[in-house]
């Protein structure tokens, strides 16, 4: 991975923009390269300690927050279903209309997400809205109102229009080798200062090559 993309800091916080393929923490399975270990390096380096706030899936790009105190880590973790998140993503066919789903999600052996009515599962909620598409796909701004593993490429799969490159969930299209989801947006009052912040990260550029421009 390149130089750390760092989006924000000050003394508590240092919140960083995730390269797709990169894990957010190493797995179980061994010591693949991921995002924590350059920041745990970046922030040795400066004296000071790291907590993962959020996490993203390896394929997903976009903003991940890091605490530099665990009481930070946790008035950021408490706090964070009044965090406002929105992702940008490229799904299969288009869309016309703004929309939600709401389902209750699981886990299988085989550690696959899917959606139940079942209320034993955890409740997710995703709202919707196109602001462009072509003959193939569809570009999202997609706000997330609870935090579930996987939630958006299980609710993209769920209306037939999942994320392009997302095999996992039903794509059957990877026409620039990588997931085409993105977290660019986040909004919450800084557990410290109580100042409000707001961040916005740009569409990835290889997105351009689908067709999509915000510029």
């Not at 995730?18 to 990169?22: G, I």
């Not at 009481?71 to 009044?82: P, R």
């Not at 059957?172 to 997931?179: G, L």
């Given at each position: 991975?390149?130089?750390?993309?760092?989006?924000?800091?000050?003394?508590?916080?240092?919140i960083i923009n995730?390269?797709?393929?990169?894990l957010t923490i190493a797995t179980n399975k061994g010591n693949e390269h991921n995002l924590y270990s350059e920041v745990y390096d970046y922030l040795h380096k400066k004296n000071q300690k790291v907590f993962i706030v959020n996490r993203l899936d390896k394929d997903t790009s976009g903003l991940v927050v890091f605490a530099k105190s665990e009481?930070?880590?946790?008035?950021?973790?408490?706090?964070?279903?009044?965090?406002?998140?929105?992702?940008y993503a490229i799904v299969e066919?288009?869309?016309?209309?703004e929309g939600e789903v709401e389902s209750y999600l699981k886990e299988t052996k085989t550690l696959l997400?899917?959606?139940t009515k079942d209320?034993?599962?955890k409740y997710a909620k995703t709202i919707y809205k196109p602001i462009n598409s072509n003959k193939k796909y569809t570009l999202l701004i997609i706000n997330i109102l609870t935090g579930r593993k996987n939630q958006i490429r299980v609710h993209m799969q769920d209306i037939n229009h999942p994320i392009v490159g997302d095999k996992k969930y039903g794509s059957?299209?990877?026409?620039?080798?990588?997931?085409?989801?993105?977290?660019?947006?986040?909004?919450f009052i800084h557990p410290k200062t109580k100042d409000l912040i707001e961040l916005s990260i740009d569409l990835p550029k290889e997105f351009e090559k689908l067709g999509f421009n915000l510029k």
């Open positions: 991975m390149k130089k750390l993309n760092i989006v924000y800091e000050d003394k508590y916080l240092l995730k390269p797709a393929k990169v009481e930070i880590k946790s008035l950021m973790q408490d706090n964070w279903n009044e965090v406002i998140r929105k992702y066919g288009q869309i016309k209309s997400t899917y959606s209320k034993s599962g059957n299209t990877n026409p620039i080798n990588r997931m085409c989801l993105h977290a660019y947006y986040l909004k």
